[in-house]
């Protein structure tokens, strides 16, 4: 059945080292959204698209933070020098363009930087 | 920036008792106000929504009802089972658009 993935779903690395995390929204699904989940902050929307053009990019920080969807199937989250404080689980979600379907999240990567 | 506000953080009950998760929030534009589940090691799932049209919302065990005056909103799970323990998360959509925000979650644990 139809489900978001996302690669790789742990990653470790040392500080200041490039992260990438990848995803790939459900087929038919234009609407990609990029959250962060750690147990201080609870979920916190980082970024989204629609048709892949970026909507709304104010929860994520700018100066290491980066988000593209390159094309429909496949969304990217950069993080670039990482830091111990990037440590928490990224999720990726999806819906249709309709507003108000459900968000179908994938099953997140771990990231852990020491 | 607008927020949503979660109750409790943590809630046991009893196998067969009744579970209520309270949520508020401040944006009053918001009309969309969904419900996840998180399972330990994977994503949240959706398990019931409402929208500021509609005051309750029933499925099977599982309700919801929204005051949009007071601008709190609950889940009511009736007949709990240990598979419905998990975290659950309530959200309300920032003003009328795609996104949410979350409430911090409340990890529900039912005892047999």
């Known amino acids: 059945d139809a489900r978001v993935t996302q690669t790789p779903r742990h990653k470790v690395t040392e500080m200041g080292q490039e992260v990438t995390m990848r995803c790939q929204p459900i087929?038919?699904?234009?609407?990609v959204f990029w959250y962060r989940q750690t147990m201080m902050q609870g979920l916190e929307l980082l970024a989204y698209f629609r048709n892949r053009a970026p909507l709304d990019d104010s929860g994520m920080p700018k100066d290491r933070f980066s988000a593209e969807m390159p094309d429909a199937t496949l969304a990217t989250l950069k993080i670039q020098p990482s830091e111990p404080r990037d440590s928490a689980v990224y999720f990726c979600?999806?819906?249709?363009?309709?507003?108000?379907?459900?968000?179908?999240f994938g099953p997140g990567t771990r990231l852990t930087v020491l | 920036g607008e927020n949503v506000e979660q109750h409790p953080s943590t809630l046991s009950v009893q196998e067969g008792d009744s579970a209520v998760i309270k949520c508020t929030y401040s944006d009053s534009a918001s009309n969309y106000f969904p419900w996840y589940k998180q399972e330990l090691g994977k994503g949240p799932q959706l398990i019931i929504d409402?929208?500021?049209?509609?005051g309750e919302k029933k499925d099977q065990r599982i309700a919801v009802t929204l005051n949009k005056t007071a601008k709190h909103f609950s889940l009511h799970i009736t007949e709990t089972q240990p598979e419905d323990s998990a975290v659950y998360f309530c959200?309300?959509?920032?003003?009328?658009?795609?996104?949410?925000?979350f409430g911090k979650g409340t990890s529900l644990l039912v005892t047999p």
């Open positions: 979600a999806s819906d249709r363009e309709q507003s108000y379907n459900e968000q179908f």
């Open positions: 409402i929208r500021s049209n509609v």
């Open positions: 959200a309300a959509s920032i003003g009328s658009g795609y996104a949410l925000n």
């Open positions: 087929l038919g699904h234009n609407t």
